[in-house]
C-alpha cells in the first residue's frame, strides 16, 4: 500500500511504514516539505494512489464532501510521544492494511480503530 504521511506527523512514521513493506514518504520528502498545502498532498495521493494519513480535519472535511484524498487514516491519538505512536502502528498496522481493503476512510485512537463507512 501507498502511503503519504502529513506534516502533523513525524517522519519516523512514514520510515515504520516503509520498513513494514510499505511505500510510504513524508511531506518532509516532497520539494516544498512541510509547507506542501493540503490541495498539493491531494493532488499527490490521487496521481498515486497514496493514503494520507494525517491528524488534519481538513482532509476529513474534504473526504466527507465527495474531495480527494480518494483514502485517509485519520490519527486521532491527542498528543502522544513519538515512540507511542509508533508502537500503536506497530500493533494496529494487519488491522490499518484490512480496513483499507475494504473502506477508504479509517481512523485510528489510542486504543481503536474505527472504520467510516
Known amino acids: 500500500m501507498k502511503f503519504l504521511v502529513d ?17 510510504a514518504v ?9 509547507r506542501t498545502h493540503d490541495e498539493e498532498i491531494q ?31 485519520l490519527v486521532s491519538t491527542g498528543n502522544i510521544s513519538n515512540d507511542a505512536l509508533l508502537r500503536l502502528f506497530a500493533v494496529n498496522l494487519p488491522g ?6 475494504k473502506y477508504d476512510f479509517v481512523e485510528i485512537g489510542g486504543a481503536t480503530i474505527t472504520i467510516h463507512a
Open 7 to 23: 506534516a502533523q506527523l513525524p517522519r519516523s512514521v512514514a520510515r515504520q511504514l516503509a520498513t513494514a513493506g510499505h511505500d
Open 26 to 34: 513524508h511531506t518532509l520528502d516532497l520539494p516544498a516539505g512541510n
Open 96 to 101: 490499518l492494511m484490512a480496513a483499507f481493503a
Open 43 to 73: 493532488a499527490i495521493a490521487i496521481a498515486q494512489g497514496r493514503v494520507v494519513v494525517t491528524k488534519d480535519s481538513d482532509f476529513v472535511t474534504a473526504f466527507i464532501l465527495g474531495g480527494p484524498p480518494p483514502k485517509l487514516l
